[in-house]
């Protein structure tokens, strides 16, 4: 497999600011978000496209003990239900976006400052990637991946990444379910990495939707909505139970670029099993479809593993940028890769999950 290309930055992009992402789909319905429905920004708005002058965050990893540091003493959360294709539901908590704010508001001192992805813009490239708000297609792949669970095709061992993470639903799944079957398979390892351009993402809700989870599994009498009170002896039983269950988190943040396809390999990269790499609505504009697809395809010919392949989630087609599941899938063949499509969704705005493969894996 030739070595792939990284040809992306923000500087070879012009600034675009007529149009906001899908402003001009008429039939599309709202996005899923904290309370299952996140109005569309107004046609005002521009964000899908790199802005002129602004530096690209540069890849960093970030441990776990230093993001558990960043958590407040309370977390107020409720939980998003989805009802997969067999009938049976997945309930995953999530963090509230109201209690984001009071956070960020506190920390803040009531500026706001820091606030940027909690108004009404979707995405800004190269500051916001929609990280705090979650996404149809997100749920689409966690359906596909308890399809896939069901026929034993998700193993307990391997690697999980998921690019563009955000509130990290599929890996939310992914890892209840490797805290559920852990009594029979305590000798095998399991490891997630969790991406997101922004490292305010990874502290305010990837992590916290992660402990959320952590504590759904192993807490009796867990209820679907309230506050999960957070001191030293809850974070040292979830350090403690990750060590036991050899369960391992890594974290990412920065601009998709050769140097994080780099950093992810050299943390995730030398072990051998199964390598998952998730991504939905990652490829919205064309700018961001070209650096996801060659960030995605870096990884899987950098990584080492006995089975790699990726489930990468989008809307068929995103109006007024330009991103679409056809191009990404165009763009993935020409650089050598299998690209098959799986699922597909109807209702509301056409979405497609497809998997990718590098041939000859």
Known sequence: MSAFSFSFSGDDIEEDTSNSIEADAKDERKHVAESGSLQRPSPSTSSAFPISGQPLLPPKSHSLTTLLATLPSTIAYSTLTIKLDDGNEVKLPRRELWDVRVQLMAEDEGSGEGMVGLGKDDVKTGVYEGGFKSWESSVDVVKELARRREISQVRRDGRVL??????????LAVFQWALQNSGSLEDEDMSFGLADYNPTVLQLVTLPNLLLSWAKVTSAGWEEEGELEID???IKDFIADLGKQKIHLHFFSGAWSEEFVKLVAENMGSTTGEI????AETIYSPFALKSFAETLLGLMASMDGKEKTALVAAKKVYFGVGGS???FCQMVREKGAAVEQIREESD?????????KITGS
């Open 276 to 279: 998952k790499i998730i991504g």
């Open 162 to 171: 998921e690019l563009g993470c955000g509130t990290a639903l599929p890996s």
């Open 325 to 327: 599941m056809e191009d």
């Open 348 to 356: 509301g705005v056409r979405r497609a999950v497809v998997e990718v």
């Open 232 to 234: 030293e002896g809850l």
